[in-house]
């Protein structure tokens, strides 16, 4: 849609700026271009005045400005639209320029400019939209942002924005200071432990050299006997076999009691788990996997027991030996010691000395012990700060790994965000697609009436599929010479769509499927001998490659890799797998060391010359590819500077010289050594070892591996390159040239059954490529749990030395920094591989490797294992389909029988099937040339007139036909005979007939050229033919695909073109029918001369008799209009038909179908050209010259009756041929007298000329397909020519040379002059030379066979063509006829009902006008006859309605007590000017009551009810109001009288009074009549209330609404302006309660703001004691009984007392508890009277008796705990509402009984 607008604004219109459909939104955003649309539309007079800029004040200038135009349109726009266009929403613009468009349209026709379109408005509806649209401006002010506050919003962004990096960069400091502090103190954690250590190294070597001094002297054991000796011995065996038991007992006791606590701790089952265990014993073999599992590990666990027991037995056995042995030497010692008293003296003062140097020792040793304890102590310390080191250490590790997931996830999440947006981005362009199709299906189904062509669905399917855009982008006609994007996107379409119209025409589907009128025909088969022709030619040009693969290594039992991410547990189940299967695993890791390490260790290998020249001679396009190689590392891709790699390349390079030094040496370096060199070179450069150089190491490590072994590869490859490479070192072959190389040559309009199949691609050098898939999470907590179980202070412990639990650390830590690199290098890389190892070569296998070692390990073994199955299952059958082909070729040579001596039943065929010709086309043998006998020359041949003619020319020599019969070759084919040839050949024989062996028996038939069996003719030929008919093939083809692509692109544009021409026209021709008429001007005017007549000749005869006459006038004249306008319309119609545009587009039609037989005639042509090059070539015959007409050309019709331009006078014209008028006329007359005299004259005309249309169409096939015809027949006439020329020539050659092939071309006129001499003597030739001429004859038969052959198989493929173009352009002509008289019919139809229409609605017109005459009766509202519509307006009135009633205002009317509102305002403005202040005295207030009643001021302030009042009565009321002082508040009065209002609850009051404070923000305590009105009170007026049908009653009168403002009145202050009223006071009012202690509670509610609690929450009281009666006012009564919170049949609820914890102040205690203060009122009785409050002094004390020294606020619960403060509860009765009602209610009962006394004695007297 927004192309459409698009191209209407940019090509039509012609806007200032260029406007594109994705920017549409922004352009319009300002609404300048809207301005200057309309007014190029002549409908913006003040576009001077339009802005153009981004700014508010420019925006709304311009939507002010274009909204009254707008309107004018009738195109829906309000300050929404406005705003939705400002703020670019999507969709917005479009939808307002397409009804801008259709409006615009509309306009455009009627051709009314704005101003008139203005004058024609009413008046009212002006006057509307002028408010309207001062209203819109208004509201768009409001809705657009002013320009300063969006500055000012950037501006504060802009800081903003300033200010967060200034807070990034102070963070980012502190974080570098804190870094700073940390890295100091660890360094500091550093020096201090290596502090410690040297200090304990220091204690250590101070204890071993104590240890060294002290020296240790044997104690004189007393005398013992043997036997006591004895004893002792066996006394400490059994002592230590009972300890030794005793420990084992405890040691097997504890184990039961871990057992016990083991079981113990595990959970109960529950009886359904149990249940379900049981169940599933049966069924799960995981139950007995779980049973036997817990066996072995209890017999382990008893081993287990068993070995720590006996190695126990073994340690105690040990020692008792060791003290065994002590015993023993101390007994030795006492035996030497007995032997002299010397020696006895000598170790008396032995014993003395170490008696001394004991006590010495023992001082020592306490000091020692006392340096021990301190060592030990700071030992300890010393093992606590290190566990604490460690305990941080291992936290500060887990923060890293913590910090390292957090940040894997971080690119995890930008890695699904970039797939998510890859995705969003495809579904949105495949939802534009979508949309796209559906508008233009629509677009379409409006255009075609629901019926879309099938062809054109179709290629919006493909476009769809293929996703291109449905609608245009961008214009290429004419071709730019520099594209656009959206131009190539075009372009691509329009490739994509040629490219189906021509496979579908090729392959005849689609469109071009072959239609039922030619099902009888079969489609032409493929030309076998052009695609054979077209193979050999260019094959000698381009003689193809032979590709052979050829394995680089020996075949090994299993080839695999396994692959997948860091600690996926790859080693460990290849380490399983080499001790399961003894296979060999190899790790590029491994290898490159190895290979390092084998060049350190200068590895070396027996030399031999030989060997060193291969190795070089091998490595030499090796080493090139790796200097040309780029630099690639193991683990990923990174590109390196030019310079490096070239120095990288020139190591590599210079590496293999290393044998030419060594040459006068006995070894060299082994293989893997130089190998080594070079890696090592690299890494010391800093470079990445390229991936060619690793493929190298891989390749000779598997040269390395036993042949019957296999291997499996250890993570490699890890990139598509690397696994490129390795497939090419381990299989010999390419994988990126193995699809350019070894293709063979194929045509697109004929190939070669015969030619050889493309070279099959070798199988993989793998086997299998098995991947172990792990999440990436998985890999981080794998990695984390290595590093922590290295940090765990057990781990020390093991039986590992130091160093290789530090090079496991290393490791560790080296892992878990390139851990995000591995990842991000295995994700990266793994797309690619996976689609290489499952696509390409279908090896993959997937394996979930989230499970544990054990698992895993099987998993990967079951895989393995039936690979192993499927690779023997593979050989086996390989041996045994190599064995059967074995047995099959023994078995053939076995059963193969000698061969014949001559292959007579080939002769025979190929005799037949020349006989025979190709499908009975007439093609004429030789043999059929020569036949005498006619009858037998027919029968068999059925020869064309010309060909029988020249047959009989020929046959004229008998001789030479004698000669020609029975020629015969080694290979045992002849020449094409029939059976009268044979026959013919009996009677007469040459010389060379009566040598010939006798004619062979009939044999299988002959074999057709071109079939499977046939064998071509493969003769050399000159060098130059091939190289001139290849690329004469090539634009043979490319123009034929070119050509016919733009052809049928021209037909699929031009029915896009009909039919947007034919939804124009219908369009077109439905406006014109609704084009306005002037039948309202004839109806209104008589709807006004019949309403302005007067009324009194209403009911007179001869005025209805002549108005009647009038409204058939009036229907006479509008049928009249409605025949000139069905005139105007059917010549309308006329002027359609006759428009030249559909014959015109007719002939542009056929032309393009003439065309496409052109390029068909051509094609024949130029392939017949070649056929006749190639096979003369063949025979060493020079080739033909081109004819200078240029061949056969398909004419055009001249569409112009110009003449035809200089250009194109080769082109063939044919002038367009209508029959004449006359014979015209006489035809629709025909064909009207068939139809009834219904026939259509512009119709028959059409169809006349269309059927002259296809009589050009028949006569242009009819010639085209005569004319491939005669170029047939020519051909053959030529090979005729060409056989008689070498038939008169034979007889003249004389040497044996000249009959071996050796041809002589001579001139026509030798030809002629030689033709007649018949007595030329036949020569005798030798059985060699004949046998060498039969050669050159069948070899010439067979040369014009096959190319006969393939030229009628050419002719009839063309010839099927040009008959299916014929139809097809037929069919489409009918078509288009169809459609265009589809549309014709259509616009007579819409003309007959619409006429019809229009007729009906005047006979409605003319029924309504004679019903009112009759009737009598004015017509007040508009006749609308708008076309075929006529209708009554009823909201146009001809005459206005008279006006209604004015409606009295409410009035209240009295209800026995209760007084109105005027009355009370009566007495509030009395009492207000007697006493300002609220208070009266008690005697004056009630004089002033008894004056009301007994004077006539009562009559306008009483109701009548209160006018019975006594003295006492009234003194009673006073007393009710008078509780605690003698004065008497009127404001109270008035409040009571003022009943029925509803008494409100105290949730009520307090929600009340917090409306208050919260429009009082001030906190003043007052407010406006403003404020008041906008808050209320806790009720409201009616809100029904029921208008009375008659107009000239009065509405109900609104109590409720009065008495709100009332009470603003009764409260307020009007000396303040405006007045204010005091909410809290007025509310303090409200809160009397008919119970005083109630209304107390109510009013401290108020102060405080919440509730009181009391002790007992009492019912609520009776609404009839406080609400005036019930037959007052019931649903006031009501009302009031729903708004008291308790129920009668409520109990009473206890509830705490003193719960609240607010706190209230004296000068709000005393609002509550007020006395009258400054009641200086202005009148007799009160002059200058005070009273002090006495409650001041007594709350004072009462708050400095609770604690309140300085009378701060105290809590309200201690205050009412208070005994004053609860005797004034139950004595204050301020808040008592007293109860008048009741005083009335028994003055006017005795008054009712008065009045009845009064009639009982009256009735008396």
């Known amino acids: 849609m927004s192309d459409i607008v698009c191209r209407w604004l940019n090509q039509e219109v012609k806007l200032s700026r260029t406007v594109s459909p994705k920017a549409l939104e922004k352009d319009f955003s300002n609404g300048f271009l809207l301005g200057e649309l309309l007014y190029k539309y002549e409908l913006q007079d003040d576009f001077s005045q339009f802005l153009e800029g981004r700014v508010s004040n420019v925006k709304l200038n311009n939507f002010s400005r274009l909204e009254p135009t707008f309107q004018l349109l009738g195109v829906q726009f309000d300050q929404n639209v406005a705003q939705n266009i400002m703020t670019e929403k999507h969709g917005s613009v479009t939808k307002l320029l397409y009804q801008l468009y259709i409006a615009l349209q509309k306009k455009k026709k009627s051709g009314l400019t704005g101003v008139a379109m203005q004058t024609m408005r009413p008046l ?130 504890l184990i039961k009691k871990e057992i016990e606590a083991k079981d113990s701790g595990l959970k109960i089952p529950s009886e359904s788990q149990t249940a379900a265990d049981l169940l599933s014993t049966y069924s799960d073999e995981e139950y007995m996997k779980k049973i036997q599992k817990r066996l072995e590990e209890d017999t382990l666990a008893r081993e287990q027991r068993e070995k720590r027991r006996r190695k126990l037995l073994m340690d105690q056995l040990i020692a008792h030996e060791a003290q065994e042995e002590a015993y023993r030497e101390e007994q030795l010692i006492n035996r030497l010691m007995r032997q002299s008293q010397q020696e006895r003296r000598i170790a008396v003062q032995l014993m003395h000395v170490r008696h001394e140097k004991e006590v010495l020792w023992q001082n020592r040793i306490f000091r020692e012990k006392q340096y021990e304890e301190r060592r030990l102590k700071d030992f300890q310390d010393a093992l606590d700060r290190e566990a604490a080191l460690a305990k941080q250490a291992k936290l500060e590790y887990e923060e890293q790994a913590q910090k390292e997931i957090e940040i894997h996830e971080r690119i995890a999440a930008e890695r699904a965000q970039a797939r998510y947006k890859k995705h969003y981005s495809m579904c949105t362009e495949i939802l534009d697609d979508i949309i796209d199709l559906s508008t233009k299906v629509a677009e379409y189904r409006n255009l075609t009436h629901n019926l879309i062509p099938i062809k054109i669905m179709r290629d919006w399917k493909e476009l769809f599929f293929s996703g291109k855009p449905i609608y245009e982008q961008a214009s290429i006609d004419p071709m730019p010479t520099r594209f656009t994007p959206e131009q190539l996107v075009e372009l691509s379409k329009r490739t994509l769509l040629d490219d189906n119209d021509y496979e579908e025409y090729k392959t005849l589907t689609g469109e071009w499927a072959i239609p039922e009128e030619m099902a009888d025909i079969v489609p032409p088969s493929n030309n076998n001998i052009l695609g054979h022709v077209l193979r050999a030619v260019n094959e000698k040009v ?19 890799c396994m692959l997948g991410k860091t600690c996926s547990g790859k080693t460990s189940c290849l380490k399983i797998l080499e001790e399961a299967f003894h296979i060999e695993i190899l790790s590029i890791d491994d290898l490159v060391q190895e290979a390092i390490q084998a060049y350190l260790l200068n590895e070396t290998v027996p030399e031999n010359p030989d060997n060193i020249k291969k190795e070089v001679v091998e490595k030499e396009p090796l080493i090139n590819e790796i200097s040309n190689e780029p630099q690639e590392s193991t683990s990923e891709t990174t590109v390196q500077p030019k310079r490096e790699s070239e120095i990288e390349g020139e190591d590599l390079v210079k590496a293999p010289s290393v044998p030419k030094r060594k040459e006068t040496n006995v070894t060299r370096l082994s293989n893997r050594a130089q190998l080594g060199e070079k890696c090592e070179k690299l890494l010391k450069k800093g470079k990445s070892i390229p991936d060619v150089l690793l493929i190298q190491i891989m390749v000779d490590a598997i040269n390395q591996v036993p042949v019957e072994k296999g291997w499996i590869l250890d993570g490699f490859p890890m990139t598509l390159n690397q696994a490129k490479l390795l497939e090419e070192a381990l299989t010999g072959c390419n ?353 006004d001369d019949f309403n302005n007549l007067p009324e009194d000749l209403w009911d007179d005869e001869e005025t209805k008799a002549e108005l009647h006459q009038r409204v058939n006038d009036l229907r006479d004249r509008l049928w009249d209009i409605c025949d000139t306008r069905k005139e105007e319309a059917e010549q309308e119609r006329a002027s359609i038909i006759d428009e030249s545009w559909l014959q015109d587009h007719l002939g542009i039609l056929m032309n393009h179908f003439f065309s496409l037989m052109q390029v068909e005639v051509s094609r024949f042509q130029d392939t017949k050209r070649l056929l006749q090059d ?111 020329e070498s038939k008169l020539e034979e007889p003249k050659e004389k040497s044996p040379q000249q009959g071996k092939g050796v041809k002589t071309v001579k001139k026509k006129e030798e030809k002629k002059k030689k033709a007649p001499s018949p007595e030329i003597p036949p020569v005798i030739l030798t059985p060699e030379e004949q046998e060498v001429l039969e050669k050159q004859k069948e070899l010439k038969m067979k040369i014009r066979d096959e ?307 009391r002790k007992v929450e009492t019912r609520g009281v009776d609404v009839e004691h406080v609400m005036i009666p019930s037959d007052i006012d019931t649903v006031t009564t009501e009302g009031l009984a729903e708004v008291e919170e308790t129920k009668r049949g409520k109990e009473k609820v206890i509830i705490p007392e003193f719960l609240n914890k607010e706190t209230i102040s004296i000068p709000t205690l005393l609002k509550v508890f007020q006395s009258i203060r400054d009641a200086q009122d202005n009148h007799r009785f009160f002059d200058d ?77």
């Open 124 to 253: 009212a509806p002006a006057k509307l939209q002028s408010m309207k649209s001062e209203i819109y401006r208004e509201r768009l002010k409001n809705l657009v942002p002013r320009q300063t506050d969006l500055n000012l919003k950037r501006v504060s962004e802009k800081f903003q924005a300033k200010f967060k990096q200034m807070e990034e960069k102070i963070n980012r400091v502190h974080f570098e200071n804190a870094q700073k502090i940390i890295m100091l103190k660890e360094e500091q954690r550093i020096q201090d432990l290596e502090k410690h250590r040297l200090n304990r190294r220091r204690q250590h070597e101070m204890m071993a050299r104590i240890q060294a001094a002290i020296l240790q002297i044997p104690k004189v054991l007393p005398n013992r006997t043997l036997k006591t000796i004895e004893k002792h011995k066996m006394m400490m065996k059994k002592k230590e076999e009972e300890d030794v038991l005793n420990e084992i007992k405890k040691f097997e006791v």
């Open 1174 to 1284: 190639y096979y003369r070539g063949m025979e060493g015959k020079i080739p033909i010259e081109l004819a200078k007409s240029g061949g056969t050309r398909v004419p055009l019709i001249n569409l112009e009756d110009e003449e035809v331009p200089e250009i194109y006078a080769k082109i063939p014209v044919v002038p367009r041929k209508f029959p004449s008028i006359e014979g015209i006329i006489s035809k629709t007359k025909s064909r009207g007298s068939l139809k009834r005299g219904t026939a259509d004259y512009c119709i028959d005309v059409v169809e006349l000329k269309f059927e002259a249309d296809e009589k050009t169409v028949m006569n242009v096939w009819q010639n085209a397909s005569t004319a491939v015809s005669n170029m047939v027949t020519n051909e053959i006439n030529l090979k005729k020519d060409d056989e008689s």
């Open 1729 to 1805: 009277e005070k009273m002090e409050n006495t409650f001041y002094e007594v709350f004072k004390k009462v708050y400095q008796v609770i604690g309140s020294n300085n009378l701060e606020p105290v809590e309200i619960a201690s205050l009412l705990k208070h005994p004053f403060i609860q005797d004034l509860l139950l004595t204050y009765k301020e808040y008592k509402l007293p109860n008048i009602k009741g005083i009335l209610q028994r003055v006017d009962q005795l008054q009712v009984v008065s009045e009845g006394d009064q009639k009982v004695i009256e009735e008396k007297k």
């Open 1347 to 1653: 190319h006969l052959t393939a030229l009628q198989c050419e002719a009839q493929a063309t010839q099927f063509r040009l008959e299916l173009i014929k139809t097809k352009a037929l069919t489409y002509m009918e078509e288009l006829l169809k459609r265009a008289v589809d549309v014709y019919k259509l616009m007579d139809k819409w003309l007959g009902a619409r006429y019809l229409a229009e007729m009906a609605s005047v006979e409605k017109l003319t029924e309504v006008a004679h019903y009112h005459i009759e009737t009598s009766t004015k017509i007040q509202y508009e006749l609308i006859l708008n076309g075929e519509d006529f209708f009554i307006n009823g909201d146009v009135k001809v005459f206005p309605d008279p006006l209604p009633p004015i409606r009295p205002p409410p009035v209240e009317k009295e209800v026995n007590t209760c007084l109105t509102i005027k009355q009370l305002n009566t007495l509030r403005n009395e009492f207000m000017e007697m006493a300002p202040k609220g208070y009266l005295g008690n005697k004056h207030f009630t004089d002033i009551l008894y004056d009301l009643v007994t004077l006539n001021l009562g009559t306008n302030h009483l109701p009548e009810a209160w006018l019975h009042l006594t003295v006492p009565e009234l003194q009673e009321i006073t007393t009710l109001l008078t509780v605690n002082s003698e004065f008497v508040d009127w404001r109270k009065f008035l409040l009571v009288v003022s009943q029925p209002w509803p008494l409100p609850s105290e949730e009520e009051l307090l929600q009340t009074l917090e409306r208050f404070k919260e429009i009082d923000k001030d906190g003043k305590g007052t407010v406006t009549q403003e404020q008041y009105e906008q808050v209320g009170l806790w009720f409201t007026g009616d809100t029904y209330v029921k208008i009375p049908e008659d107009p000239h009653e009065p509405l109900p009168y609104n109590r409720p609404e009065h008495l709100i403002e009332f009470f603003f009145d009764l409260f307020a202050d009007f000396k303040k302006d405006p007045p204010e009223v005091d909410y809290f006071q007025m509310l303090l009012y409200f809160a009397c309660h008919p119970n005083a202690v109630e209304g107390i509670y109510r009013a401290l509610s108020l102060a405080i703001g919440t509730h009181v609690f």
């Open 735 to 1087: 994988p990126d040239q193995q699809d350019r190389e070894g293709k063979n040559y194929k045509s697109t309009l004929a190939f070669d059954p015969t030619a050889p199949k493309d070279p099959s691609s070798p199988p993989p050098a793998l086997d299998f490529a098995m991947l172990l898939d792990i999440t990436d999470t998985m890999v981080l907590k794998r990695v984390v749990g290595e590093k922590t179980s290295s940090l765990d202070p057990s781990y020390g412990l093991s039986m590992r030395s130091s160093e290789q639990n530090l090079e496991d650390q290393e490791k560790t830590e080296l892992l878990r920094d390139q851990i995000q690199h591995r990842i991000l290098g295995f994700l990266d890389n793994w797309p690619e591989l996976e689609k290489w190892f499952s696509e390409k070569q279908d090896i993959l296998i997937k394996i979930n490797a989230e499970v544990d070692k054990r698992a895993l390990a099987t998993k990967v073994q079951e895989y393995f294992i039936a690979e192993l199955r499927e690779k023997e299952a593979k050989a086996k059958k390989k041996l045994e389909e190599e064995e059967a082909e074995r047995k099959k070729k023994e078995e053939a040579l076995l059963s193969e029988p000698p061969p014949p001596p001559a292959p007579e039943p080939d002769k025979g065929m190929e005799t037949e099937k020349e006989t025979k010709g190709k499908g009975g086309k007439g093609k004429i043998t030789e043999a059929g040339k020569r036949e005498s006998p006619p009858k037998e020359g027919k029968g068999k041949k059925g020869e064309t007139s010309p060909k029988d003619k020249e047959a009989g020319k020929r046959e004229s020599p008998p001789k030479e036909g004698k000669g020609k019969k029975d020629d015969t070759s080694p290979k045992g084919k002849v020449s094409p005979k029939g059976k009268g040839a044979d026959k013919k050949g009996l009677g007469k024989k040459s010389p060379v007939e009566e040598i010939s062996p006798p004619p062979p028996p009939p044999g299988p038939p002959p074999v057709k050229p071109g079939s499977e069996e046939w064998v071509y003719v493969d003769e050399p030929l000159p060098p130059e033919i091939p190289r001139y008919l290849v690329p004469f093939w090539e634009t043979i083809e490319n123009s034929y695909i070119n050509t016919t692509k733009a052809i049928l692109r021209q037909i699929r544009d031009e029915r896009h073109n009909v039919l947007y021409y034919l939804y124009d026209t219908r369009l077109n021709y439905q406006e014109f029918l609704q084009r306005p008429d002037h039948k309202q001007e004839f109806v209104s005017q008589w709807q």
């Open 542 to 560: 381009n003689p193809p490659k032979p590709v052979t693969y050829e394995s680089q290594i020996p075949s090994f039992a299993t080839k695999g």
